[in-house]
């Protein structure tokens, strides 16, 4: 009951607090000029949000999971009572993972106009190059280093995606969508068939490489061994905690890259090629130019993503990124919000709380009726009872929030701002 | 050259039902300028739903899929194209009638999240075991000149050649079809005539459904020799229709015929030939090469062998 009590008034304090702030901060968000309008923080709120964000993200391996077996013996959860465990560090490294596939996507969809639907073909293509260049590659005796091989498969997405820009010179919209499904099918035909490059059926990747950094001589950090490793001898990084800061090192890198793009002249270029190419074209657009980078800026994060994805999971097979998985990162985009970056971290870690939530409830949903734990037998399996959610999520976003997560944050933002004169 | 006429009979019979496939596509398409990413379940849906009206009767057990009747071959074809026509129509009122005038992005989505649903539900009530169909045909075959060709590639062919004359020669020049096509030309102009463009929509998803039923039917009970039996993957084989209306032109029907037609004889020449072709391009080509042969017609001839060309203006 107090708990109730005490939340209720922390909700009405926070709640006030956002009002009288964002009251305070009206005059800050006009807009008077161009440079005004692409400033990278509008609010001091936006500020205050991103260190508060750069907080969360620098604690939270620490906080959720404190690091309990060196020297210095922590206990487990810092804060008893709260579902503190490595649960949530595993949500956050695939809500980074996607964040840097989603931002890819929503370049590219949503700011560029370019429905494709063979994200998970680049994503793939990620995947497998690290098979390649991570663990087959040797140079000297010695395996790349982690860093080098996720940018050597963001160069790869970069260079096939490219590739496509030209494609959707002549192809618009619907005839665009059919044409990138070729994408999902070939990259699926390539994994199952180019065998020294991707292992094919009979021999899918296992084992896949972990990242190595080497900071001191003789000291480095593996993330990939299942268990836990020295660093200086001291603390003790799980799999989990490593790859959490990592890859959400490459989703603030994507999301800077993203926001940055998105001011620039290049960024432009792209909504006006969106809003209408003909026209864009007219008053000096290079068309070729502007999709053909969308593309390959789209490809290139994608295939970041899927070599994080590939790395964390350790293993990848042909048959895992098929149509479905485009599907997840559009979900994500709608979800968040088509056409912005900041939709897409939020998209991104929304569909991960979805995924883990539906996994978490594993020993509830059995009792629903209908559904299915065993993927062999009649009724809602986990993989269907999920893609359902989704697909549910995605048609509910677009039917009553177009704009998505973002938006409707908007929304709220618009009214404490404008209150008394809007409603 | 036994071989090749093996494919190329093979090959006309898997082009028939993708031009059923391709017809539903275009039908869709003219009259609501909307891909229909759906028509996979909706194939899947109509062989399931033949199965539940010819299939050994089983009952409404948990254990086994489920059939209700053990009607005849050729009745459960009509019921469950009926009973399919009646579910498009549902399905574009309660959704698709939502996402007019939304981009395509919005619309193309909508019709992904149905294929979604329509797989969860075919899934609960019938699992993801092959089911087999009760054909009259099983595997019985005729040689004609030397080649020996299954009698449901026979009835394969005539339904195809029935639907295809029935559509052209009778139901374009009804007054239905005559809605349809001046709907699908100037739909404001066709609203100032009393057409009702709910009607025509219903109406065309009906029939696009209908035919899906159709084809998945004879998809699944061996005709053109992909598939032998009504399982979820069927699905896959209604995507193969996208190359067929690029081929022929998104809004032309009589394309939609002749690019399934080619694009079943491509298909079925490249399985032919696989053992010749696979040391070049992988195993399982075939599955791609129509997707390849729609990219190189997008390339050269972007509104199809009949579509409208289309004019952009600023």
Redesign the interface.
Known sequence: MSGAIATLIALAVGLGALFIWAQRDRAHALVVSYANEHRRFHTTGSKVGLALFALLFISAPVGFSWIGYGKFHLPNQLIPGLPLNEKWLVVGVYAAIYTVGAIGMNLL?GNTGQ?SLGHSGFISLGAYSIGYFGQDLTVGGKHLPGVLWVVIAGVLGAAVSAAVGP?AL??R???L???S??LV??AE??A???VSFTGGDSNPRNDLPGFVFTIWPGKSIRFNDGGSTSFFDTFFLTKNQGYFWLCWVFAAIAVVLGRNLLRSRQGRAMMAVRD?D??AE?IGVPQMYTKTWAFAVSGAFAAVAGALYASYLGSVQPGSFGLDFS?LF?AMI?VGG?GSVYGSVLGAIGIAMVKDAIDSAKPLLQHLP?VQID???????LD??S??I???L??LF??YF?AGLAGLWGRIKRFFSAWPFAS | MTQFLNGLVSGVTLGGIYALIALGFVIIYRATHTLNFAQGGLLALGAYISYLFSGPIRGVNFNNPPSLLRLPYFVAIVLSMLTLAAIGWMLEVTVIRRFRGKPVFAVIMATLGVAVVLGAIMNVVWGTSPVNLNTPFGDKFSKVGGVPIKHIDFFTLAVVAVIALVFFFGFQRSKLGTAMKATAFDQEAAIAQGISPNLIFGASWAMSCALAALAGTLLASGAGSVATQVSPSLSAFALVGFPAIVLGGVDSPEGAVLGGLIIGIVQSLSATYEENIYRYVGHDFWRLTPFILMIIILLFRPSGLFGTKEVRRV
Request: glycine share 6%.
């Open positions: 969809i429905v494609f002549r192809l919209g619907n005839y969508a059919m044409v499904l070729l099918f070939l035909h390539v199952r068939n180019w209408r003909l026209s007219i599907i559009i709608v088509v209908l993927p062999a037998k009649r009724g809602l399996t269907i009872f893609s359902l989704y697909g549910l995605l048609v677009l039917v177009p």
